[in-house]
């Protein structure tokens, strides 16, 4: 019985990939027309995003218990590499925090890629709470860092309990 459910859990979070890459890629075709070129982040946005990162940090690491096994994903974001510098800064501060078990960000990239995900503002709680059970996670930390003009920006992040989908801790900070 629990063989037939550990399959039904694997096929439901395989077809649920599936629709999600489909609607991703749909999307992305059907678009004006704008350019496939990632958008570049400045060295002063880098600057802005120091503080929220460590805010981000202290917010969600204040709500977790220590020893948690901890699958951080990289949010979603218009801006590659802002996105990028956001998830390797805040992974650097939970490794060097000493306080959690962390998924390797090798076996996130493989995942993401061997399941074919996308991030493109598709990720609710509970399909991030299944993909950090495929990667043996007890908490799956994933964000956004939506472009709200030039002058508004903001950062949100969140912390699901895998087992149960239950929202642990959740940090929005301006910038």
Excluded at 90 to 111: E, Q, T, W
Excluded at 116 to 143: I, R, Y
Aim: proline letters at 3%; charged letters at 20%.
């Amino acid at each position: 019985m629990k063989m037939i459910k550990t399959f039904l859990t694997a096929s439901a979070l395989i077809v649920m990939v599936m629709c999600i890459a489909g609607c991703a890629s749909a999307s992305s075709t059907s678009g004006s027309g704008a350019s496939s070129q990632p958008k570049r982040a400045s060295n002063a946005l880098f600057d802005q995003l120091d503080p929220v990162i460590e805010k981000t940090f202290d917010n969600l690491s204040g709500r977790l218990n220590p020893r948690l096994r901890i699958a951080l994903l990289p949010p979603n974001s218009a801006d590659a590499s802002a996105g990028q510098y956001v998830f390797d800064e805040l992974y650097i501060m939970f490794v060097n925090s000493n306080m959690y078990d962390m998924v390797d960000r090798a076996d996130i990239d493989k995942a993401i890629g061997e399941l074919n995900f996308s991030w493109n503002g598709l990720v609710d709680d509970s399909t991030a709470a299944n993909f950090g059970k495929f990667l043996g996670a007890q908490v799956v930390a994933f964000g956004n860092l939506p472009d709200i003009g030039t002058d508004r920006r903001r950062m949100v992040y969140r912390a699901i309990e895998v087992e149960t989908g239950r929202m642990l801790g959740i940090s929005s900070e301006r910038f």
